[in-house]
Structure formats: structure tokens, C-alpha cells
């Protein structure tokens, strides 16, 4: 398949998220998209986790399909026999149910960690992963949060911020990994490849 990028200055974006500016993120993503379809894309995807928060402002701008990265994640979960995933990533990922809701469509209940620990494991995420530090330390924390997932009968992690497979890998982890990254990716390539309806 033919693959378009429209690749955003990752620093405006950031100050939209620190500001919790969603609107001005909303209409940045939307303009992205927006210019991919008319560029030729007939799929599009937002390659983050997080930002599709903003996902509503996008599909509202497009005219063709938004493929959510969530949507990949249940229809992988479902695949999988998992109704009740873990989910750690940003503070707003893990805080707010656009994340959660959007699994929920499949059936899918979800868990994250104790609101006092989501500062924590965003902070190991952009100030070290986004920076391309990883630490055994930082492992460690994110397996315990994982551990404690487990004991509230999460049957599967999503690793639901694209950099935490730097640190977590299926081999670490104490419950099987839904890497949403490469679940996504997955099945972007599956929905551009089919074959075309006459």
C-alpha cells in the first residue's frame, strides 16, 4: 500500500497537551488529516495513543475513514479471548474514558492504575522514554503497576502510549501485551490491502 505522513513539530503539539489546549490539538490533527486525504489517502490513522483524545474534531474533518488505534486494540483483544484489559500510558490515557470508551464498544472492560500513580508514569514517559531513556528502574515501576492490574483481573495489558515498548516488552511483562502500536499498524496494513468492492 501507498503510505502517506504528515509528521507534526512534536513541541506545539506537547505545549497543546501541557496547556490542555484539546480545541487548538483537536484543529492541528484536523487540519493534518485533512491534508493527508487530500493528498489521496482513503484510510487515515493518528500514530499516537493520547491524541486521540482529539479524535472527533479529525473524523469530523475527514471524508474518509479515521482508523482508531482503540478500535485495533479491542478487535485484537476480541481475537484473543480478552474482555478486561489493563491499560497504562499517559495520565490522561489512563485517567479519562476516551481510551476506555471507545473499548467498551467491544465488549471490553478496562482497569488502569490508582490515580495518585498516573503522574508517575507520565513523567517516565516524557521525561525519559520520549527522550530515549530507559531504565531498569523505571521497568520496574511500570511491572509493579502491571502486577497490581493483574490482581484486579485484568487478562491482558495494552501498552496504550507508543513508547512504552521501549521498556515493556511481552518477555517483561506479567500479563500477555496488546502493543497498540503494532496493533494498530497491523491492522492499518489489513484495512488498506482489501481487496476494493466493485
Same mark, same amino acid.
Given at each position: 500500500a501507498r503510505v502517506l505522513i504528515d509528521s507534526l513539530d512534536f513541541d506545539a503539539v506537547r505545549a497543546c497537551q &501541557? =496547556?490542555?489546549?484539546?480545541?487548538?490539538? $483537536?484543529?492541528?490533527?484536523? %487540519?493534518s488529516g485533512r491534508r493527508l486525504q487530500d493528498a489521496g489517502a482513503d484510510t487515515v490513522l493518528i500514530g499516537t495513543n493520547l491524541m486521540h483524545k482529539v479524535a472527533p474534531a479529525v473524523e469530523a474533518a475527514l471524508d474518509v475513514p479515521l482508523l482508531h488505534i482503540a478500535d485495533a486494540v479491542g478487535a485484537a483483544a476480541q481475537r484473543r479471548g480478552f474482555d478486561r484489559l489493563a491499560i497504562v500510558g499517559t495520565k490522561w490515557v489512563m485517567g479519562e474514558t476516551f481510551y476506555a470508551d471507545r473499548l467498551a464498544r467491544f465488549g471490553i472492560s478496562t482497569v488502569a492504575p490508582a490515580k495518585e500513580r498516573h503522574?508517575?508514569?507520565?513523567?517516565?514517559?516524557?521525561?525519559?522514554?520520549?527522550? $530515549? @531513556?530507559?531504565?531498569?528502574?523505571?521497568?520496574? *515501576?511500570?511491572?509493579?503497576? *502491571?502486577?497490581? &492490574?493483574?490482581?484486579?483481573?485484568?487478562?491482558?495489558? @495494552?501498552?496504550?502510549?507508543?513508547?512504552?515498548?521501549?521498556?515493556?516488552?511481552?518477555?517483561?511483562?506479567? &500479563?500477555?501485551? &496488546?502493543?497498540?502500536?503494532?496493533? /494498530? =499498524? /497491523? %491492522?492499518?496494513?489489513? %484495512?488498506?490491502?482489501?481487496?476494493?468492492? *466493485?
Open positions: &501541557l =496547556a490542555e489546549d484539546w480545541d487548538t490539538a $483537536g484543529a492541528m490533527l484536523a %487540519a503522574d508517575v508514569l507520565d513523567a517516565i514517559i516524557f521525561d525519559e522514554l520520549t527522550q $530515549g @531513556v530507559v531504565t531498569d528502574a523505571s521497568r520496574a *515501576i511500570f511491572i509493579a503497576e *502491571i502486577e497490581k &492490574l493483574a490482581a484486579q483481573g485484568a487478562q491482558a495489558v @495494552v501498552l496504550a502510549c507508543t513508547e512504552i515498548e521501549l521498556l515493556i516488552s511481552p518477555k517483561d511483562s506479567p &500479563l500477555p501485551v &496488546l502493543d497498540s502500536m503494532a496493533t /494498530h =499498524a /497491523h %491492522a492499518a496494513a489489513e %484495512a488498506c490491502l482489501e481487496p476494493v468492492a *466493485i
